[in-house]
């Protein structure tokens, strides 16, 4: 049941489109938010409040510097909700139809 939980968590996290801007912005380095609300047009309040989801969920991590906050994307999180994914739906394999096909 954990597995499902956090499947569901990463989804919500991974639901909004701001959510997934930001972690394209950070994905291969770091950013201040002041950086990221500039970059994407969004208010520093508004960035903020998607990069506490992004860290409490693990797809994001901080690092200070000095008086900086400095944020990056953690791929490893991301490869687990798709592993998580492929568990939960599975590859039907070769000759398999979806049930939303028609069948004559």
């Not at 997934?20 to 291969?28: C, D, E, K, N």
């Amino acid at each position: 049941m954990a597995d499902a939980e956090d499947l569901d968590e990463l989804l919500r996290a991974m639901a909004s489109a701001q959510r997934r801007s930001i972690l394209q912005h950070v994905w291969a380095s770091e950013r201040g938010a002041g950086e990221l609300a500039d970059r994407l047009g969004l208010a520093p309040a508004s960035v903020s409040e998607h990069l506490k989801v992004l860290r409490k969920i693990g797809l994001v991590a901080v690092r200070v510097d000095g008086t900086y906050r400095l944020y990056q994307a953690r791929p490893e999180r991301l490869s687990e909700l798709l592993r998580l994914l492929a568990q939960t739906f599975p590859d039907p394999g070769p000759g398999s139809t979806s049930s939303s096909e028609e069948t004559t």
